[in-house]
């Protein structure tokens, strides 16, 4: 039962299952997934502990990024359950539908590019906020 609520709260915050369904097909930098998200490192990085301590996603660190991608088949079966309900429930969602098409174009760009913070979108988007602070 513990598994199915870690799932279940993992599964509860709408940026976890966006951030979790971007790596259905791929393995993402944590950069690419926080340009995907549009939201602060620091929120990223706690959003996908949260899914890496349900056994949705798994990580490695590679330099100075961080990889994640989904845990699929090396699942237990309540987690590969829960992973497939999320696809099919899932699979026409609006929000979704936006995420795919803006990973492509993250995509284009390697994760070093994706990481660069003068260019980030988060970083521009804060730099603008705190100017007209």
Known sequence: MNELLRVARALGDPNRVRAFLALEKRELCACQLIELLGLAPSTVSK???????????????????????????RAVPAVREAIAWAHRSLRHDPQITRDRRRLVAILLRTPAEACDTDRSPVTRRSAVAAARR
């Open 47 to 73: 959003h996908m502990a949260v899914l890496k301590h349900a056994g949705l996603v798994d990580s490695r660190k590679s330099g100075r990024w961080v990889h994640y991608r989904c845990t699929g088949k």
